[in-house]
C-alpha cells in the first residue's frame, strides 16, 4: 500500500483540501492518503469553514477530517509527504532522521512545476478567492500525482 501525507501549517486550510481532492481522483484501493500539520495551533478540529465550503462546491466533503500535528513516526508510516511551502518544508525537514526520511518529503506544486519548489499560498488570513485558488491551485497538483498513481494500476 502507497501512503501520501499532505503537510500545511495548520492542517485546517491547504492539506485537508489537499488530501480531500486526491482522494476524489484516485481509483487505487492500496492507496491510504492523510494530512498533517507543523503547527499544533488546531489539533482535533475541523477543517476551516472556508475549505469545507469550496470544497462542497467541487462536490468534496472533508467534514470528516480532523487537524493533527505531523510527527517524526509520519516519516515511518507514509511513503511521500507533500509539503505545501517553503516553510512547512524546512520544519518537515528539521525533523528528519536521515537522507530516507528527507527523501520523501516534496513540495506539491513540484508536480506542476518541476523542481521550482512553490508555494501553495496560505488562504487562512485572507477572504474566499484565496481558498478557490488554493483549490485550483491543489486540483491541478493533485491531477498529476492521481494520473501517476492511476496509471501503475
Known amino acids: 500500500m502507497t501512503k501520501i501525507l499532505m503537510v500545511c501549517l495548520g492542517n485546517i486550510c491547504r492539506s485537508p483540501l489537499a488530501e480531500g481532492i486526491l482522494k476524489s481522483k484516485i481509483y487505487n484501493f492500496k492507496i491510504l492518503v492523510d494530512s498533517a500539520g ?26 470528516d ?48 512545476f518541476p523542481d521550482e519548489n512553490l508555494d501553495v499560498p496560505d488562504p487562512y488570513n485572507g477572504g474566499s478567492y484565496g481558498f478557490r485558488n488554493v483549490y485550483r491551485m491543489l486540483n491541478e497538483a493533485c491531477e498529476v500525482i492521481a494520473e501517476k498513481i492511476n496509471s501503475n494500476g
Open 38 to 63: 507543523t503547527g499544533s495551533y488546531h489539533i482535533g478540529k475541523l477543517p476551516d469553514k472556508r475549505s469545507i465550503d469550496v470544497a462542497k462546491l467541487n462536490g468534496i466533503d472533508i467534514t
Open 65 to 112: 477530517q480532523k487537524a493533527r500535528a505531523f510527527s517524526v513516526k509520519d516519516f515511518d508510516n507514509f511513503d511521500v509527504i507533500y509539503v505545501m511551502d517553503n516553510l512547512n518544508y524546512e520544519n518537515v525537514i528539521a525533523l528528519a532522521r536521515n537522507e530516507n526520511d528527507k527523501e520523501k518529503v516534496k513540495f506539491i506544486l513540484n508536480e506542476v
